[in-house]
């Protein structure tokens, strides 16, 4: 079956760096997706990895091994607005994203 | 660029009545546009896939007569929720997906629903 796992909820302190990761596991694969979701809105796009490595974009990074099925979101020098639920995405062979649950980040000061 | 709305933002209606929900690309073709649902503290769940001019493909365990979708046009897709229940009550998000960056879906800020 088709599979995403990240870890629930996270908590880190403003200023810091977090990494949440994510596995998965689908039918064919054309590349994986993070989006940012604050609590009561809909989810933004941050970013898109097909090729291995890291794609760095100011303070966010993600990261891509498809030969390991896992893949990173990096946050630098947090900030408070970075609370939210980070979501990881993989698209399958028919171009379909299959979900993961969903990392809430919790940041304290 | 890459704009999509959804109207209402939110509604409340009495159990048993229809609601129309509307998704527009307001700046690129939508070839594909995506209905997610999404439950309170739960993840986005897909609902059904439609293509500009065909008929909208629907998940397992998703209602065709009841969650109406209809893709008339490359910037429009509508979704009905007939005769609503409480049990409907969720947070419903469009997504689109076309234009130059074609494998990224943009979401609208969705719709929250809420059944009497």
Known sequence: GQNIDQPTEMTATEGAI?????????????????????AGEAPTFLSYNV?????????????????????YLLLKEL??????????????????????????????? | ?????????????????????????????ATTMFWYRQFPKQSLMLMATSNEGSKATYEQGVEKDKFLINHASLTLSTL??????????SFYICSAKGGSQWEWQFFGPGTRLTVL
């Open chain 2, 80 to 89: 009905t929720v007939t005769s609503a229940h409480p049990e409907d009550s």
């Open chain 1, 79 to 109: 900030q408070m607005k970075d609370s939210a639920s980070y979501l990881c995405a993989a698209m399958d062979s028919n171009y379909q994203l299959i979900w993961g649950a969903g990392t809430k980040l919790i940041i304290k000061p």
């Open chain 2, 1 to 29: 660029g890459a704009v999509v709305s959804q109207h209402p933002s939110w509604v409340i209606c009495k159990s048993g009545t229809s609601v129309k929900i509307e998704c527009r690309s307001l700046d690129f073709q």
């Open chain 1, 51 to 71: 090729l291995d490595g890291l794609e760095e974009k100011g303070r966010f990074s993600s990261f891509l091994s498809r030969s390991k099925g896992y893949s």
């Open chain 1, 18 to 38: 977090v990494q949440i990761n994510c596995t998965y596991q689908t039918s064919g694969f054309n590349g994986l997706f993070w989006y940012q979701q604050h």
